[in-house]
């Protein structure tokens, strides 16, 4: 089988992830690599040894002959690539947040309904293996009821970024990883991320540029409830999340290495008890191993010709959800 030609469009400090899941990927060849910066350019092309290097992208899309593009760049410079590859037939990874706002969401999302090319958004946590065995765990036991997540940092670039207008506010930049992983926790038992109908959010922003402070509940439209709290301006860099089912409940801690606490309340244990804590592991072979990552996804959605779970309609709705969160908004959501 031929391996899949990739492009990776903007080589900082992200990039990195990607380009360590490309190598480790098989069916993937690095076939070029675009930045704008010579010194970074130069660096990535002696470390990660691509077919080609361009300072230029479009270049690189003309005579790259590629199947597949990684944009990574920072959000204000996403969306024209993300249309361009789309328009081009490519298919595309793009990197979150998927643009400056939810209406450039919308604009990749009608480029790539018109596109040959799929489209995946790198909202990571979803492809976390542990967050995939948890959701079958939750399935098997009716699908999730309530869950919440929470994204901390202590201290932020981000305030600096989002003055020169190259990011959105921290929330709907970085801590929509939670907003999107409390949508795929609360769609457990569904093979989609929950769609919210509702949302009652409160802001409490702190003093310093871009120490926002965030706390919503969501409604959505399967019933699951959940809410999300995000703070940039606390002690510590701090990821985790908790989903339950009907007598059971799970503690994600997603700060470092992905770990899980399962419980279960037996029956017959009567209220008195504790429940039990489950000591088995994950089951991680059976949502695609240890390795699995959206990488791998993507890959076997591009082969399968398969439908990705982060398309780029989908990730509108985590968008909507992270600027309603963000401005604050009580009530149905339009
Ligand atoms: N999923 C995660 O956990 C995670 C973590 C960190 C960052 N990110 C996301 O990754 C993205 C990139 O962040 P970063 O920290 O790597 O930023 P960065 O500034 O280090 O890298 C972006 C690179 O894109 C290059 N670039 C911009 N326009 C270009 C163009 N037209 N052609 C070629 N190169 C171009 C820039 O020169 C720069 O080197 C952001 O959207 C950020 O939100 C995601």
Redesign the pocket.
Known sequence: MDKLRVGV???????QTHFQMIAAEPRLHLAGI????PK?LADNTARHCPERSFAD?RQMLDEGKLDLVHI????A??TA?VVECLDRGLHVSV???PGMSATETAQMAQAARQSRGKALV?F?RRYIPQVLALRRLLKERGGTVQCSATYHKNQTILGQWRGAGL?PDPVV??AI?HVDLLRWLAGAGQERAAVPVSVYSEVADGPRPAAHRHQAVVRFDNGAVGSLMSHYGVGFRIQRAEAHAEDFSAYLELSGEPQCELYQALPGEGESTRGTKLNQPLDLEAVGGPGYNEVRHFTDCILEDRTPWSTLDDAAQTMVLAEAIRSGHKGPLG
Request: proline share 7%; net charge negative.
């Open positions: 469009i903007g080589c900082g400090g992200h990039a675009a930045e704008i910066d970074r992208y990574t760049t920072l959000p410079h996403l690539l990197e979150k947040p790198s990571n990011v930049c970085d990883h």
